[in-house]
């Protein structure tokens, strides 16, 4: 199991941030275009007083080993149920592959901390477990530096974004 933190400085307010990340324009730009993931789909977004609850689909771009991208085929997507606590301003996430659904985790959350004026600080706690014999941990380091590589890249990403549509 690869258990492992990634931070973030974004340059906008705490609300801006939310606001900018629960986005659906947002969001299937940074996935298609930034991210060059070939589909990207929101499936169900609702919002209530206390919580934002969204299901995305994905089909992200992959650059694995042989044996693992043999394993997942040449189709893989997985499915993104997210949660956002209004009270405690967490957002948790599990993702259910495509392939080997029932062998690999990929779960998560993501808070963040203000860290002056018009920055934050973006705090995503990642788990990754593959139980597959023989190559799982060969697939939990090929996803998080996947993974890895992902959430850097959204971040000049989310500059742009915020410098082009404005922060308010």
């Given amino acids: 199991m690869s258990k492992f933190t990634l931070v973030h400085e974004i340059n906008c307010d705490a ?5 900018v990340f629960l986005d659906q324009e947002y969001n299937k730009k940074l996935y298609l275009e930034g991210l060059g993931f070939s589909g990207y789909d929101i499936l169900e ?17 992959l650059n694995l080993p042989g044996p693992i991208a043999k394993l997942v085929g040449p ?10 606590d209004r009270a405690t301003k967490i957002w948790t996430w599990k993702v259910t592959p495509s392939a ?5 985790r990929n779960e998560g959350t993501l808070r963040i901390e203000p860290i002056g004026d018009n920055k934050v600080r973006r705090i995503a706690d990642l788990v990754i ?4 014999f023989g190559v799982g941990g060969l697939i939990e380091s090929s996803l998080e530096k996947q ?6 890249a959204s971040v000049p990403f989310m500059h742009t974004w915020l410098a082009t549509h404005g922060t308010t």
Avoid: I, M
């Fill in 129 to 132: 477990e593959a139980k597959v």
């Fill in 45 to 61: 977004q609702r919002e209530t007083d206390t919580t934002v609850t969204r299901k995305v689909k994905g089909t992200p771009k």
């Fill in 75 to 84: 189709n893989f997507s997985y499915v993104e149920d997210g949660k956002l």
């Fill in 100 to 104: 080997l659904a029932d062998k690999v």
């Fill in 15 to 19: 609300d801006t941030f939310w606001r």
């Fill in 147 to 152: 993974l890895r590589e992902g959430w850097e």
